[in-house]
């Protein structure tokens, strides 16, 4: 009677998922000879909403020969491509792909890719439970495992420091200034990059809670201890003015540096050489900037950057300019003596010159003008009947 | 009328199959021995909650240890809930002091309880919505091998598990409630959760919680950090003590582990 109630429930298991079957099967392997005991349950809990509860996406062994398949085909390309194969990295991937296969489409993430299957596949959690059904981690049924799990290990960590600030001060050798952690350049993880680590999703609330765990952690006096654990929460910000290409620095027959640099603004091209020879004359298209531009602002936009910078007499500009109109083309030309001194300037002088705006090329263009109104954005008069 | 009450329930259990409908209603089933002749390891398997003390878990605290740890210093008389009067002594004060001789009968009918479980391989969590006392109860359940819940619980984590977690996750055999209410004073909800999904619970109720749909109440403080360290000591050694046994005895009698 046990038994084919056993079976029964096995059968019923079997129509409702893979997970049930495979628990099953296998602690009927353990206890082959041994009779099952009755269970009494709802039938609501054996009833999956399959809907809602997808099975596991791409299972281990999906994975696995998607990785081989990927090391095979990456050794073809490389032989494809005529070089070896030991040695192709996936930038040389991108590139014989880029070539192989040209794609004209504007959106990168449309065209063909070939990376390593572990940057397709998006990171998921395998089953979290043993042979027995008892989960791995003991916060498994808080639901979110990792994050409580990290939450349990700030809290451990600032109690360890308390009870070292204790002992210190038994000792009688505490001190309120010990070595700090340098924070400056580096800011707090994001809340979608602390979820890529943990693998899970976390409100803004619980983010902002385990931010303030940290932010508690480091206001105790011996943080230094546990700096490694602090700084994998950091990620450092890339100082914005690297990104600046500098001209090079040239030298004429005479042995004058000089600096060739380009700038653009609404439709105005200009480019200008920047010579060390110490007058200060200007001259663009051929002619003195007095008469290019009788307008004063004009030509306080091409002082701007030598009066910032402290090199007015020191320069002679040489420009040349076209297109647009006359205070575009004074801007093209501010721009383009901005980079043409930053070979000749220091690197906090860039970071200074950037902050004050010198190097950012102004974005804004001529707005089209749309049908049905009489410009960009002037309306045809309105009649109210 | 609590203790008979509770030694009612005791003869319910006392047949094979209800020991089952207890333990094992999500989805697992237990193997018994019975082809085996009937020794004591298979009485102990059939018939647990017979023998008063099998683990001899009396042993591990006096009623001098709880005095010691203020188990029976309660809130204040106008925080009394109705149904704790039978398990208190009186009041002294305003406050509320609860029997201690009581408390002792019922505490050792928890650990017993909780033994057998653990005995069994049965899942067990610890739920608790203290912040004090949160960090203390997660370190004794990963000590012991066990599990933990003293966050916020969602709605459906007993009731809606399917969903929650994974189709074949297997739900707790047993829950301790370190403090029955939660942040806002009220009854957590894993005790009417646990009670609906047939899933004991063991709870250590103050003079303001309600004892009513917890199958093991233990009145008790559930306020002061010694009584709470004490209480986890003492479940955590029973824990223990209880699969050092059943590792003792698989390795003894060659009984199988999904027992």
Sequence with gaps: ?385 | MAAGVLTGVRQVLRGPRLVSAVFSCHGQTFSSAAAAPDTGETKILNFPLTQPDYFRLSELFTLKDLFEARVHLGHKKGCRHRLMEPYLFGSRLDTDIIDLEQTAEHLQRALNFTAHVAYRGGIILFVSRRRQFGHLIETTARECGEYAHTRYWKGGLLTNASIQYSPGVRLPDLILFFSTLNNVFQQHVGIRDAAKMNIPTVGIVDSNCNPSLITYPVPGNDDTPVAMEMYCRLFKMTINRAKDKRRQMELLKGISASV
């Design chain 1, 1 to 385: 009677m046990a038994a084919s109630g056993c079976r029964g429930v096995r059968s019923i298991l079997w129509k409702y998922g893979s997970y049930g079957k495979n628990l099953f099967v296998s602690r009927s392997k353990m206890v082959p000879q041994l009779p099952l005991r009755q269970i009494y349950v709802a039938s609501s809990l054996w009833k999956k909403n399959l809907a809602a509860a997808g099975p596991q996406k791409f299972t281990q062994e999906f994975i696995d020969k998607q990785v081989e398949e990927f090391e095979v085909g990456k050794r073809h390309l490389a032989n494809m491509m005529g070089e070896d194969p030991e040695t192709f990295t996936q930038e040389d991937i991108d590139r014989s792909i880029a070539y192989l296969f040209p794609s004209g489409l504007f959106e990168k993430r449309a065209r063909p890719v070939m990376k390593h299957p572990e940057e397709i596949f998006p990171k998921q959690t395998a089953i979290q439970w043993d042979a027995e059904g008892r989960p791995f981690h003991f916060l498994f049924y808080t639901g979110k495992q990792s994050y409580y799990s990290l939450l349990h290990d700030v809290y451990e960590k600032i109690l360890a420091i308390e009870r070292h600030q204790d002992k210190m001060r038994n000792k009688g050798l505490f001190t309120s200034d010990t070595k700090q952690i340098l924070l400056t350049g580096s800011r707090w993880l994001l809340k979608e990059e602390i979820e890529e680590n943990l693998v899970e999703n976390i409100s803004v609330q619980d983010y902002m809670r385990l931010i303030q765990l940290m932010e508690l952690l480091l206001s105790m006096p011996y943080c230094s201890l546990e700096e490694e654990f602090i700084l994998k929460f950091r990620k450092q910000l890339e100082v914005q003015s690297s990104k600046y290409e500098i001209p090079a620095l040239q030298y004429d027959p005479q042995g004058v540096a000089f600096s060739v640099a380009d700038g653009r603004r609404k439709s105005a091209k200009a480019s200008i050489t920047l010579r060390d020879s110490g007058s200060g004359n200007i001259t663009i298209n051929g002619r003195n900037y007095l008469h290019y531009f009788p307008v004063l602002q004009n030509r306080e936009q091409l002082m701007f950057p030598l009066l910032f910078v402290g090199m007015m007499g020191r320069f002679d500009i040489e420009g040349s300019v076209e297109g647009s109109g006359h205070s575009a083309q004074a801007g093209a030309l501010r721009l383009a003596i901005s980079r043409a001194l930053l070979s000749f300037v220091s690197e906090g002088e860039v970071e200074k010159m950037r902050q004050a705006g010198l190097l950012t090329a102004d974005p804004r263009i001529r707005e089209r003008k749309k049908p049905g109104q009489e410009g960009a954005r002037k309306k045809f008069t309105w009649k109210k009947r």
